[in-house]
């Protein structure tokens, strides 16, 4: 899979504009602000493939990323962001509802959690509607650079804790600033496309 060939195949905004292709799909849900543009950017290596918004909560379609005419990388709009209406959360949660719910081609939801902060309720919601849908949980914790190193092991205690993570879950620390994270993501990816990673 050449990852070079890469392209934003269409933003989404009902299952009626979903690609019809059929590949694989790895989504990517999270806070507004975690990160989730930068670390598609990062596992791209591109700059700016994925839109990196300045403004929180900007995103509020579902962006398909067609990887190789092989597998679609999914990023789905930000949750949290407090500005949005009672509207626009309605709107938001029938979205993810509508494509994790009945999107077949949905491989696995992966949830990325800011590393210098405890999980949300948000996140630990987010967490849950994963379990509910997937057979496991898999968590990258995203800023590690941003970490004093003896930060890191204790705030992914807490994550851990948080998210009540189990045996079979996984959490996987990430950094744009360096490629610690880069090359696990793409590889439990890889092991899912390949049904090398199951129970």
Same mark, same amino acid.
């Given at each position: 899979m ?5 392209s934003?195949?269409?933003?989404a905004?009902?299952?009626k504009q979903y690609?019809t292709?059929?590949? %694989?799909?790895f989504?990517?849900? =999270?806070?507004?602000n #975690? ?9 791209l ?9 300045s403004?929180?909560?900007? $995103?509020?379609? +579902?962006?398909? &990323?067609?990887?190789?005419? $092989?597998i ?6 930000? &949750?949290g962001y407090?500005?949005?209406?009672k509207?626009?959360?309605?709107k938001?949660?029938? %979205? @993810?509802?509508? &494509? ?5 081609q949905?491989?696995?939801?992966i949830l990325? #959690?800011?590393s210098?902060?405890? *999980? ?6 987010m ?7 997937h057979?496991? #949980?898999? #968590?990258?914790?995203?800023k590690v ?14 994550i851990?804790? $948080?998210?009540?993570? =189990?045996?079979?879950d +996984?959490?996987? *620390?990430?950094?744009t600033?360096?490629d610690e994270?880069?090359? $696990?993501v793409?590889? @439990? +990816?890889?092991m @899912?496309?390949?049904?090398?990673l199951?129970?």
């Amino acid at each position: 899979m050449n990852i070079h060939n890469a392209s934003l195949k269409i933003s989404a905004v009902n299952p009626k504009q979903y690609p019809t292709e059929g590949y %694989m799909e790895f989504a990517f849900a =999270g806070r507004s602000n #975690v990160g989730k543009s930068s670390l598609i950017n990062k596992l791209l290596n591109r700059k700016s493939l994925a839109r990196v918004s300045s403004t929180p909560g900007k $995103t509020a379609t +579902i962006n398909f &990323y067609n990887i190789d005419d $092989t597998i679609f990388l999914v990023d789905l709009p930000g &949750y949290g962001y407090a500005q949005r209406s009672k509207e626009e959360k309605a709107k938001w949660g029938q %979205m @993810m509802d509508d &494509y994790l719910s009945g999107r077949e081609q949905l491989v696995q939801t992966i949830l990325l #959690v800011d590393s210098r902060h405890k *999980p949300t309720q948000d996140d630990i919601q987010m967490c849950e509607w994963i379990r509910h849908y997937h057979d496991r #949980v898999i #968590v990258v914790a995203t800023k590690v650079d941003k970490l004093k190193k003896r930060e890191i092991e204790g705030n992914l205690e807490l994550i851990w804790e $948080t998210l009540s993570l =189990g045996e079979d879950d +996984i959490l996987v *620390p990430f950094s744009t600033q360096d490629d610690e994270g880069k090359f $696990t993501v793409w590889d @439990m +990816i890889e092991m @899912m496309r390949v049904g090398e990673l199951e129970d």
